[in-house]
């Protein structure tokens, strides 16, 4: 990511030392390194932000992927927590006919550790299925879908949710919190689904427990600039301040559960949280692919050859890599390439934060240094909150937990950049805030994106009947036709190829009626 400056100034170096300092940046980039705990941009598709696409094994297989996770008091429900986590990486909105889907033979985890001693007290697994109700056509929904239970919505998904709660890492005792949920689809689009918000509410569940649960397609919530891997910006530095993760969608699991049912006690209210994906593989056993608590942690600082191990480990078990966090890559970067004086190694400031908690706020007692996204229970929501979180005076707010307003890229950046040991600056990627609207309750992510990114088809404006040599075949939702006169896309292909055909044909018959043998 290019450091944004607010106040600093960007003169001062000549065109060759930039163009030295651009080579050097692409080859530690190239290295798997520029950005740690919290700090890094990368490019969709070819590369990662926060966790999206963040380790070589897990770039490529998305449906187990974490991208982040969120933790936070629940501002309309103070005695609850909050706990959103996604998956699939840069989901594009009209990338049919197989939409997005949870994976089958996938364990979905959300992790506990309410003593500070790096291991499970309690975990929320989520195992899913997948559901279809015609395999005689290629479509995902064959209409209009009025709601979760509508035959026109081919492809469905449920799923089961079990509490384990663990003594000396061993399942003690399971319980079953809800069996056979419906998941909410992808957002077809408009004609579609004219009505998402509905479907997405008949997604929310309450469990018998006191818990609520949603699971299906969002808006990311997760906003940088990514365009670090053109060769910083295309050698273009006034092309920063892009939220790259604009127009995507990734794939929501949320959890709301009682205070108490999670923490200790109410004199020890500090949780960790994180999640993990765990992969059945061909012997019917699971094992675990991806692991995501802090933001931006294992994508970019950890290097290439921890990566995958990262994604296979335990919270207690981060010893291992220690040395990355106490003598991290990126501030180097940074004083290479802006002349940034670099903290003082070691990084114990670093440990504190990241790995214990701040103390005072959220590190629990006899804390064991592990990644975990900590939260302080008994933190009451602000009631104006700052997106720059506790370096901002603002408790409620990163690191103690993590708000989907939070904004991580330039808090983490700041941190690293010595912001607690004395070395104040407001570095930053440009990007404050995230696209679209957040709701103001229970699941709070933003409704998925439908529609292309390009143009619209020449000759139309919005809100124009969609219209073809076919006839009234295709017409947007809301045109005023009843709902039988409406055919669906299907159809309308089957006859343009119905056409083709019959003009093919033609064609082949006057060939050999022309030819002379």
């Known amino acids: ?72 008091v629940s501002p309309d429900k103070p005695d609850t927590t909050t706990v959103v986590a996604n998956w699939i990486p840069f989901e594009e909105p009209s990338g049919g006919p197989n939409f997005y889907t949870f994976a089958d033979d996938a364990q979905y985890d959300i992790h506990v550790d309410n003593n500070g001693d790096a291991h499970d007290d309690l975990v929320f697994r989520y195992t899913f299925k997948t559901h279809t109700k015609n395999g005689n056509t290629f479509l995902y929904n064959t209409g209009v879908v009025k709601s979760l239970d509508d035959p026109n919505l081919n492809i469905t998904q449920t799923y089961d949710i079990d509490l384990l709660r663990f003594k000396h890492d061993r399942v003690a005792y399971r319980t079953r919190l809800a069996e056979d949920v419906p998941v909410a689809p992808s957002n077809v689009g408009k004609a579609s689904m004219p009505d998402y918000a509905k479907l997405r ?42 939220n790259t993760l604009k127009g995507y ?53 950890n290097p290439q050859k921890d990566k995958d191990r990262f994604n296979a480990s335990q919270p207690a078990y981060d010893g291992q890599f220690l040395n990355n966090v106490t003598h991290p890559e990126l501030p180097k970067l940074i004083e290479q390439i802006y002349k940034i004086k670099a903290p003082s190694e070691p990084r ?42 506790v370096l901002d005076g603002d408790k409620a707010g990163f690191p103690n937990g993590r708000r989907l307003t939070d904004d991580v890229v330039d808090e983490a950046l700041q941190v690293m950049e010595g912001a607690l040991v004395g070395m104040k600056n407001d570095l930053g990627d440009g990007v404050d805030k995230a696209d679209g609207t957040f709701e103001k309750s229970f699941p709070y992510v933003a409704e998925p994106n439908s529609g292309s990114h390009g143009p619209l088809a020449k000759g139309t404006t919005a809100g124009t009947d969609v219209r073809s040599q076919l006839g009234d075949a295709l017409q947007p939702a809301g045109s005023g036709t009843s709902d039988n006169t409406v055919l669906i896309a299907a159809s309308a292909a089957s006859g343009a190829a119905g056409i083709l055909l019959l003009g093919t044909a033609f064609a082949w018959w006057r060939r050999r009626v022309q030819r002379p043998y």
């Open 249 to 301: 969608n990734v794939n929501t699991i949320a959890l709301q559960v009682p205070n108490d049912l999670i923490r200790e006690s109410s004199k020890q209210p500090v949780v960790g949280i994180w999640s993990t994906t765990q992969r059945r593989n061909a012997q019917g056993y699971y094992t675990q692919v991806s692991r995501l608590g802090n933001p931006l942690v294992n994508e970019v600082v």
């Open 348 to 389: 114990n400031d670093l440990v504190d934060v990241f790995l214990k908690g701040v103390k005072g706020l959220n590190q629990p007692p006899y804390v064991r240094p592990s990644e975990e996204l900590r939260l302080n229970t008994s933190i009451k929501p602000s009631m104006h909150p700052k997106r720059l979180g």
């Open 1 to 72: 990511m290019t450091p944004h400056f607010s106040r600093r100034g960007r003169s001062g170096r000549s065109g060759t030392g930039r163009t030295g300092l651009v080579t050097l940046l692409c080859g530690a980039l190239a290295a798997g390194g520029l950005t740690a705990a919290g700090v890094a941009s990368l490019a969709p598709g070819t590369a990662s932000a926060s966790s999206h696409r963040e380790a070589p094994l897990i770039s490529g297989t998305p449906q187990y992927d974490n991208t982040d996770v969120y933790a936070f």
């Open 201 to 242: 509410y008949q997604a929310i569940y309450k469990t018998p427990g006191g818990a609520t649960t949603f699971a299906g397609q969002a808006a990311d919530p997760f906003f940088a600039d990514l365009r670090v891997f053109d060769l910083l910006y295309g050698g273009n530095l006034s092309e920063v301040g892009n």
